[in-house]
Nanobody, 123 residues
Framework: QVQLVESGGGSVQAGGSLRLSCAASGYMYSSKCMGWFRQAPGKEREGVARIRTGDENTYYADSVKGRFTISQDNAKNTVYLQMNSLKPEDTAMYYC????????????????WGQGTQVTVSS
């Protein structure tokens, strides 16, 4: 019954910014970690960023360090991904995920997934 709904995707030019949101609803016994993943056509799904909800410890893929920021708003039950200095290679479907146990950039840690929101970055 857990639902994750992403929003905020769209089309931007290289160098632009977007902020993705992931609103969570439904019951989770534990929500240890929230992550953002992306998948481009013909490529493997990759972890982009994750946040450990208890202490807000964050971790990022090397490809987005310094450009992306993951954050959470517990009052709104929402996690965000602020994406700055976007590059064409950031183009992908972005997915929000929640892990009840564990916390990493591995997709296998996550129990719940959103439907995805498309991010397209043009040159």
């Amino acid at each position: 019954q857990v639902q994750l709904v992403e929003s905020g995707g769209g089309s931007v030019q290289a160098g632009g910014s977007l902020r993705l949101s992931c609103a969570a609803s439904g019951y989770m016994y534990s929500s240890k970690c929230m992550g953002w993943f992306r998948q481009a056509p013909g490529k493997e799904r990759e972890g982009v960023a994750r946040i450990r909800t208890g202490d807000e410890n964050t971790y990022y893929a090397d490809s987005v360090k310094g450009r992306f920021t993951i954050s959470q708003d517990n009052a709104k039950n929402t996690v965000y991904l602020q994406m700055n200095s976007l590059k064409p290679e950031d183009t992908a479907m972005y997915y929000c995920a929640a892990a009840e146990y564990g916390c990493s950039l591995s997709q296998y840690v996550y129990n719940y997934w959103g439907q995805g929101t498309q991010v397209t970055v043009s040159s």
